[in-house]
């Protein structure tokens, strides 16, 4: 079968948004000093009198509250503290481990206090459905995005995309190379998805991928409830949130997640002296972005931008490549001259090509899943 490259595979066309998934307290320095209203209404850095002022005004609010980045998830521990010390603003980083859907009731529950979001990365369907909650911006590089990849005033734009993967601990269980093993009562209380498929997007895309692993396609997701069904009957399935802590501690021995967790999963177990293994199954490889959003009610509205235009540069864009995850201007940088060739050269290959659920797929599996998941793991 071809082999492609994961960069190349995922930023040679522009992809339909689709399904995915993610993954403190505020305050800080007051923004008596910045003009609030002004930076909550502003569409781009021109605005509010070019990048000078969005980051004077950025350090007189002087924090940003960001929610549901891991700091081993896509390499945001890097970019969160690269941030901090680019421009001195403190970065709180609320609920990591939140799901999308979880983001967005956080929004919710802390609007107009300095608790709140004020930015989101979130799966699409969570996207779709909370456009009210975003405030237009198109950062410096918005008109180099794909028109496919961003909503066309900026509420939210593709941000990095990743292969589905199996990973898991081959000290402790061998060698896997196929779903079918999994059933093996060497599993026990093993296997887990990163989330509920209806509310995070990695589990959503961990189901696709089993899905159409086992025979299913973007259209027909009986084949994925009845391969988790089984995987349930067998008792392989692990239910419990997982985390870094989970999967070191051993209680999530086999782990369905984006390659660019895996990258940092094997890192961390090898200085542990575990070896961590990935693989993709036959005719299950899914790929999709997450995606960028501002809140219109961020309590640090210039922070929220500035954080959006580092994430957009060349050294947030490299800093996803690092962490094993394709940035929306891999490509562009690429042509640039701007891409970190030696860390992109360590992106998965993967055999196949990749598939993405178009929006009205992603909707339908999605209520595919409220209404059948929760009996399928009973």
Partial sequence: MKK?????????????????????????????????????????????????????????????????????????????????????????????????????????????????PDVFDLGAAVTLASTDRFAPYKVAAFDKIPAGNKEATGLWVNDYTGIMSVGYNATKFGEITSLDQLTDPKFKGQ??????????????????MVNNANGGTLDNLQPGIDWVKKLKAAGSLNLADVTAGTIDAGQHGVVFDWSYNQVATTTRLKAKGVDWKVFVPAKGEIASYYNQAVSKDAPHPAAARLFEEYLYSAAGQNAWVKGGASPILFAQMKADGTLDAAAAANLPVVAGTPQTPTSAQATAANAFLKANWDAAVA
Wanted: aromatic fraction near 6%; include cysteine.
């Fill in 4 to 116: 492609t490259s994961l960069a190349f595979a995922a930023v040679a066309s522009a992809m339909a948004l689709v399904l995915t998934g993610c993954g403190g307290s505020g305050g800080g320095a007051s923004t008596a000093a910045v003009d609030a209203a002004k930076f909550k209404t502003a569409t781009s850095a021109a605005d509010v009198g070019g990048m000078d002022a969005l980051v004077a005004a950025a350090k007189a609010e002087g924090t940003i509250n960001v929610i549901a980045l891991p700091d081993d998830w896509a390499n945001y521990g890097q970019i969160k503290k690269e941030f901090a010390a680019k421009y001195g603003i403190k970065v709180n980083s609320i609920l990591p481990d939140a799901s999308s859907k979880e983001e967005i009731d956080a929004a919710d529950k802390n609007k107009g206090t300095t608790n709140a």
């Fill in 191 to 208: 296997v887990a998805f990163n989330g509920k498929p209806a509310e995070a997007g990695a589990a959503f895309n961990g189901f696709l």
